[in-house]
């Protein structure tokens, strides 16, 4: 695995490649790589002949007050868990690689509408933040496919919906939530539970089942089921942003009538904020 630290050796080796007729897939992540991370690359390998991974924890997504300063960097063991992968080469820029004028960038990508809700809204400018750093690193890299995770997933439709309207010629792959044998969605985040609120945390994921479940079982009173997950969280000591039942499609309000849905929830448990969603399929159900 070749680990270049400069757009300019990106570049150049992105270039052979590309001469050889080689199929480039992605995968950008912000580094502290677990088996979540790995899984994606594993994926990725499944579509591409050639794998490159970003590390680079963006300043642009993260808000006053929130984890920037604080986020694990992890440089040197993601670097070996990743050189024991397939992944050709590691793209690990500095914060001034990637905004040359310091933090005082003036261009932005804004996927309006998709971007303010959910944790859009308690998060303002995440996704601004998310949808310019990946506009960035896909001119950089341009690859023919980038994986990203499910677990994720409000960030994977604005990506979907950045690269639709952009026209960007990048395949937008998901792939599903790789979770801890409680069931609790692995996170880089999860390094901040207390080890009494580590115990607490697969709540979270057990109360998106059983709203699941209650869809499933044919209820429809979606405000009820919303009410009941987040009264659960409460109960636990989680202080819930939200938890939503959404379409899958577009994170919009469903109707009685719709039959792909997402339950998501985001809840902050100590230092740590959350979140986690569970896909739902009415589509054999009356
Ligand atoms: O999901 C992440 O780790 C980040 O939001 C991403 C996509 C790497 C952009 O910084």
Request: aromatic content about 6%; hydrophobic content about 45%; proline content about 5%.
């Amino acid at each position: 695995m070749q680990t270049v630290r400069t757009s300019t050796a990106l570049r150049s080796a992105v270039a052979a490649w590309r001469q050889d007729q080689e199929r480039i897939a992605f995968v950008p992540t912000m580094g502290n790589l677990h088996a979540g991370h790995l899984e994606l690359v594993e994926h990725a390998a499944r579509l591409a002949d050639r794998v490159v991974v970003s590390i680079f924890v963006n300043p642009m997504q993260f808000g006053q007050g929130e984890d920037y300063e604080n986020y694990p960097r992890t440089l040197s063991e993601d670097s070996t868990r990743l050189a024991e992968t397939c992944v050709s080469l590691l793209f690990a820029p500095a914060v001034e690689a990637k905004y040359p004028a310091g933090c005082q960038y003036v261009t932005r990508v804004e996927v309006e509408g998709l971007s303010d809700i959910l944790c859009g809204a308690a998060r303002p400018g995440h996704f601004v933040g998310v949808a310019t750093v990946v506009a960035k690193l896909f001119n950089l890299v341009q690859p023919d496919v980038a994986v990203f995770g499910e677990k994720d997933y409000q960030q994977l439709l604005v990506i979907r919906r950045m690269v639709a309207d952009l026209c960007f010629p990048i395949d937008i792959v998901g792939v599903p939530t790789v979770r801890e044998p409680d069931g609790l969605a692995m996170s880089s985040r999860n390094s901040y539970l207390t080890a009494d609120e580590r115990e607490r945390a697969p709540l979270l994921y057990r109360a998106l089942c059983e709203a699941a479940e209650r869809l499933q079982g044919g209820e429809r009173d979606f405000r009820a089921i919303e009410a009941a997950g987040e009264a659960r969280l409460r109960a636990a000591g989680f202080g819930p942003d939200y938890f939503t039942i959404r379409r899958a499609l577009d994170l919009m309000p469903p109707g009685t009538a719709d039959k792909e849905l997402v339950i998501l929830a985001a809840a902050r448990l100590g230092q740590a904020r959350l979140i986690d969603n569970l896909p739902v399929s009415l589509k054999d159900k009356i």
